[in-house]
């Protein structure tokens, strides 16, 4: 097994098997410009303890599988230039060559399992880009949360994304896609959309339990919540479709490819709502955080 370097915080909650929630670290390097990236990321680990659990961000650093940083070490990471996105694909070779990288949903949630945490809040999801009959663009978080069982909580997948079609490879995948307390799956930024969830449940008890039963019948794979924005702080569909639109074509003419679309478009629709999607981000992810939490306690006390 490969070793692992807990923070003093997460090892001891290890040790009291106390509840633990996994956070990225790609969110931090790659989704949102410093200092913000930095305060969010402080945030949502208060949140978590505010909540009753302890935050566990996970990255690695020159060539060390960190779970849970120190404050100095997260603020080191928020302010780092170069530093690499790591997915599945990635993450054994950047732990090989002592490298430094922040870790996507798929390589977060291997991190996780590794370390017995089975519960992981991010913003949202990669999934299947738009264009991507042309491009072939489809994230491995969708391959992870079909083999890696650790329960993912986000608003959705990214909204810069195909939506139906990335909805429509986690069925053939036989992931669980759950909105949490209402029929429609939210849409990252939109508390809503015209989709009809597959699944829902209304409490992290039941979320606890559904996870339990998963296990019990020895299906690989985890769950995706889909935990919609409160309403107050959303950007409604009909606003932010026609930005996402433009930073898309934006993309295109650039001839912005692979690892480089996501950061990219997030970055340019942060410039085009002049800073709106990254506070509902923000907010977001800190909603996520505090659902995350509960399920961990549900997790604890089944
Ligand atoms: N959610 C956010 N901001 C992000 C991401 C998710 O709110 O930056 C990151 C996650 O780490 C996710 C990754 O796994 O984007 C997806 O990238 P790709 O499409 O290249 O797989
Ligand atoms: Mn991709």
Redesign the pocket.
């Known amino acids: 097994m490969i070793d692992l370097h807990f923070s003093p915080e997460v090892q001891a909650a290890l040790q009291a098997k106390a509840p633990i929630v996994a956070l990225?670290s790609?969110?931090i390097t790659?989704?949102m410009p410093f200092p913000q990236n930095m305060e969010t990321a402080r945030l949502v680990e208060q949140d978590i303890r505010d909540c009753g659990a302890v935050p566990a961000t996970i990255a690695v650093m020159d060539g060390r599988l960190h779970i849970g940083l120190t404050d100095t070490q997260l603020a080191g990471l928020a302010q780092a230039g170069n530093v690499q996105k790591l997915?599945r694909a990635d993450l054994a070779l950047c732990l090989s060559s002592g490298g430094t990288g922040a870790t996507?949903?798929?390589a977060t949630m291997i991190a996780a399992k590794a370390a017995g945490i089975r519960v992981f809040a991010?913003?949202?999801?990669?999934g299947v880009h738009r264009g991507a009959d042309q491009s072939f663009d489809i994230?491995?978080?969708l391959q992870e949360l079909a083999e890696t069982e650790v329960i993912v909580v986000g608003a959705g997948a990214?909204a810069i994304l195909d939506l139906p079609k990335t909805w429509e490879v986690l069925e053939t995948l036989g992931v669980p896609v759950i909105a949490y307390g209402q029929d429609n799956l939210p849409a990252f930024w939109s508390s809503s959309s015209a989709h009809k969830a597959p699944l829902r449940l209304d409490s992290p008890e039941q979320i606890a339990a559904a996870y339990a039963m998963r296990k019990a019948l020895g299906l690989k794979g985890g769950h995706l919540i889909c935990n919609p924005i409160p309403k107050a702080d959303e950007i409604p569909e009909t606003e932010i479709n026609p930005i996402i639109r433009q930073a898309l074509s934006d993309a295109e003419a650039q001839g912005i490819r692979g690892?480089e679309?996501?950061p990219f478009l997030?970055s340019r629709i942060y410039d085009l709502t002049k800073g709106r999607s990254l506070t509902a981000?923000i907010v977001l992810?800190r909603n996520n955080a505090r659902l995350a939490a509960g399920i961990a306690q549900a997790l604890s006390a089944a």
Request: aromatic content about 0%.
């Open positions: 990225e790609t969110i790659h989704g997915s996507t949903v798929a991010t913003g949202g999801i990669g994230s491995a978080d990214k690892k679309v996501t997030l981000n992810v």
